[in-house]
């Protein structure tokens, strides 16, 4: 049976409470079995440790006090301390469940809106300029077909539905709530890694390393 997600170090250190009213929630698995679809250009070593620092662009490109990890392996969350980053420990969910529960358990904490994030931007800036929109706002990938940053506001009952196709279903989503919806097409949060030509950067360099 599923445990529900829960505070990684309240196992030692008890609950934490939001001190600013964003947080950014990134779901994280586990390093060794990550980026699979990359094994034809990539070792599994090559995209555990490509994996890793993709993921470090993405929290330290944040304020470490704000940033919240969602994932079930412990190498994880050892990294996400190490990172400056806050665990919230979800065993045995998919994608959106995890998400979900983050989601909750931030707005229990008192945030007032959540960041989420993808942990494969290896481009990745600070999401700040984004903030301020009382409604949603929702970051597409470059093929305007994924979600790559969104920030929802915690008092709307949102639906997370990611995976193929999930830009749309999220506009969807957003549209249904009449809460309001912003979309920002920003060239450096757009670039994810799905793909073996996704690694050759803009700027001509490779993450082929």
């Known amino acids: 049976m599923r445990q529900r997600c829960q505070p990684y170090a309240a196992r030692v250190t008890g609950a934490i409470r939001a001190v600013d009213q964003t947080a950014v929630l990134v779901p994280v ?14 070792s599994s070593t090559q995209r555990a440790t490509l994996a890793r620092r993709m993921a470090s662009r993405v929290v330290r490109a944040q304020s470490p006090g704000q940033v919240w990890v969602c994932c079930d392996d412990d190498d994880v969350a050892q990294w996400a301390h190490s990172a400056g980053a806050q665990v919230i420990w979800c065993p045995g969910t998919g994608l959106n469940e995890a998400v979900a ?22 481009l990745a800036t600070p999401f ?11 970051v597409p990938d470059r093929h305007r077909t994924g979600t790559n940053v969104m920030i929802v506001p915690t008092s709307l009952r949102f639906e997370f539905a990611y995976g193929s196709g999930s830009f749309a279903r999220h506009v969807a989503e957003a549209v249904r709530h009449r809460h309001g919806l912003r979309v920002i097409h920003d060239a450096a949060l757009g670039w994810d890694v799905d793909h073996p030509e996704d690694l050759a950067l803009p700027d001509g360099s490779t993450l082929a390393t």
């Open 29 to 42: 698995k586990a390093f060794g079995q990550a980026k699979v679809r990359l094994s034809s250009a990539l």
């Open 128 to 138: 700040t300029p984004f903030g301020g929109w009382p409604g949603v706002t929702i």
């Open 101 to 122: 529960a983050g989601f909750a358990h931030l707005r229990d904490c008192g945030f007032t809106d959540v960041a989420i994030a993808h942990s494969d931007l290896p």
